[in-house]
């Protein structure tokens, strides 16, 4: 699929995907992250990732998403770092129920 994005925003997409993979691994052990292309209003194009899993869930979303916090002992710079790199964020997620973490960039 030809999306429109440069170069660099191809690669901040790619950051975000690594980071939502890893938590998957790290926090899951597994789970999943689809690719959809998306369109908008006055038609624009963009791409939407879903990652979720089955894991433990996150108790305090709030406090994942600061930067600095981590419960793995990391820089904590995940989930925030995420948010900043893509257009819009919504994370979903109760302790013991999971998470879905969906991003969507979309092309300038």
């Known amino acids: 699929m030809q999306t429109g994005f440069s170069v660099s925003e191809a690669t901040l997409i790619a950051t975000a995907i690594s980071e939502l993979a890893r938590n998957i691994v790290s926090y899951a ?3 999943s992250v689809t690719l959809r292309p998306v369109h908008g209003v006055n038609g624009a194009v963009g791409l939407t990732i879903i990652a979720s899993d089955s894991g433990p ?3 305090d979303i709030a406090q994942a998403l600061r930067d600095g916090y981590s ?3 990391g820089l904590g710079l ?3 770092g995420v948010r900043r790199l893509m257009d819009e ?3 979903n997620s ?3 129920g999971g998470t879905i973490v969906t991003v969507t960039k979309w092309v300038p």
């Open 71 to 73: 419960s793995s002992g």
């Open 94 to 96: 109760k302790a013991g």
């Open 89 to 91: 964020f919504d994370i």
């Open 29 to 31: 052990n597994q789970g």
């Open 78 to 80: 995940g989930l925030p």
């Open 57 to 59: 869930g996150i108790a």
